[in-house]
């Protein structure tokens, strides 16, 4: 079953904060690690372009026969306060310029998408000022999924739990932000660790999403590696073959107990899927 998905890890260039990230700090290792438990695509979690050299990346990915799935950008928002809903409009337009050059980056990356997760920055203030942020974060979404239509690249819309982000928070209102901007370059980014917080019943967010859905994180309730907790892989990974999803799935994970423990753990969840399921 495994051959149906690209199966991924996400990993940070540059040692980071953010927690559910491997190897941060140590791409090059991560990467070696990742070929060495025979897992194809990476993740990679920019805070800035700069983070990597692409030249060099390059040569690491072909030696090692690895690809990139998408770049994941809310560490900008986390921790340069560039994000897609603020009131400022330089600073708004300045988030946006962010994405435009992560896009670039991507397409020079042979990546296929770009996420807007934490980058979309949290509502603050009256509720006439989160009314506001809320429509200014999703025209500057649109400018970036129409930008991206020029390279070839998706933008992904990641709903996130209510302890982190407070808009878009569920399978249901990223679709309803889809079907408003209604642009091709848009798809849905599904992650089962945000989901078992926000959805009533994961199996039927998902479902609904169908040729919409163009990404998902996997990581167990507890944020570990897939099967170190308690979802339900086995009725997830089932839907996933009801919709016809045969894109990637990579494990946005705590370096628990320790990075490359983590990156075997979910290494073998794969490995053990067919026996499994």
């Not at 026969?65 to 400022?88: E, H, P, R, W, Y």
């Not at 397409?107 to 509720?127: H, P, Q, Y």
């Not at 992904?156 to 932000?177: C, D, F, H, Q």
Request: proline share 3%; charged share 20%; net charge negative.
């Amino acid at each position: 079953m495994r051959d149906n998905f690209q199966i991924g890890i996400a990993m940070s260039p540059r040692e980071t904060a953010f927690g559910p990230l491997l190897f941060s700090g140590q791409l090059e290792n991560g990467i070696r690690q990742l070929a060495q438990n025979d897992i194809a695509f990476i993740e990679l979690s920019l805070r800035k372009t700069n983070d990597i050299n692409t030249q060099e990346l390059h040569k690491l990915l072909n030696h090692h026969n690895i690809k990139v799935t998408a770049l994941a950008t809310g560490q900008a928002c986390l921790f340069d306060n560039l994000c897609l809903s603020n009131m400022n409009d330089e600073s708004r337009n300045i988030a946006i310029d962010h994405l435009k050059s992560m896009i670039e980056l991507a397409a020079e990356l042979s990546s296929g998408a770009v996420i807007i997760g934490g980058i979309r920055g949290k509502l603050t203030g009256s509720e006439e000022d989160k009314k506001l942020q809320r429509t200014l974060g999703i025209e500057a979404i649109g400018q970036c999924a129409e930008y991206a239509k020029k390279f070839g690249i998706m933008i992904l819309i990641e709903p996130i739990n209510r302890y982190e982000m407070n808009w878009i928070n569920t399978a249901e209102e990223g679709l309803e932000v889809i079907a408003q901007l209604s642009m091709q370059s848009l798809k849905l980014l599904l992650d089962t660790f945000h989901m078992n917080i926000e959805e009533k019943n994961m199996i039927e967010a998902i479902r609904p999403a169908g040729e919409q859905l163009g990404y998902l994180h996997f990581a167990d309730n507890n944020r570990h590696a897939p099967g170190q907790g308690q979802l339900d892989f086995a009725s997830i990974l089932k839907v996933l073959n009801e919709i016809g999803y045969t894109g990637p799935i990579v494990s946005e994970i705590l370096p628990l107990p320790d990075d490359l423990s983590a990156l075997k753990d979910t290494a073998a969840f794969w490995k053990n899927l067919d026996y499994q399921f």
